[in-house]
């Protein structure tokens, strides 16, 4: 699978943004898509997952605040991020996992990534 993000940029704590996961190299409405981010000089976090079916998951820090959706038609995956706080600053990933994995919040078993979008939120 192919993945590209966009959508990222620079925004003012209180903002929103909504970032795009572009997908190609295998059927989309079959697979799960993920999205991750890296703060500097912290590890790699899961934000949020969609599944094939529509069932969502999300890390506690980011529920009420962000939303993930698909649209199969355009063979994307978006995240909506409202209420941004700093600490939302990261370089963000999308991500889809191996065929049959399930355990969305762990990051080992997402195969295929993107190339990262920056998030940047000023206080």
């Known amino acids: 699978v192919q993945l590209q993000a966009s959508g990222g940029g620079l925004v003012q704590a209180g903002g929103s943004l909504r970032l795009s996961c572009a997908a190609s190299?295998?059927?989309?409405?079959?697979?799960?898509v993920g999205w991750f981010r890296q703060a500097p000089g912290k590890e790699r976090e899961f934000v949020a997952t969609?599944?094939?079916?529509?069932?969502?998951y999300y890390t506690d820090s980011v529920k009420g605040r962000f939303t993930i959706s698909r649209d199969n038609a355009k063979n994307t995956v978006y995240l909506q991020m409202n209420s941004l706080k700093p600490e939302d600053t990261a370089v963000y990933y999308c991500?889809?996992?191996?065929?049959?994995?399930?355990?969305?919040?762990?990051?080992?078993?997402?195969?295929?990534w993107g190339q990262g979008t920056e998030v940047t939120v000023s206080s």
């Open positions: 190299g295998r059927t989309f409405s079959n697979y799960a």
């Open positions: 969609i599944t094939s079916s529509g069932t969502t």
């Open positions: 991500a889809a996992p191996t065929r049959y994995y399930t355990d969305y919040r762990r990051i080992t078993g997402y195969a295929d």
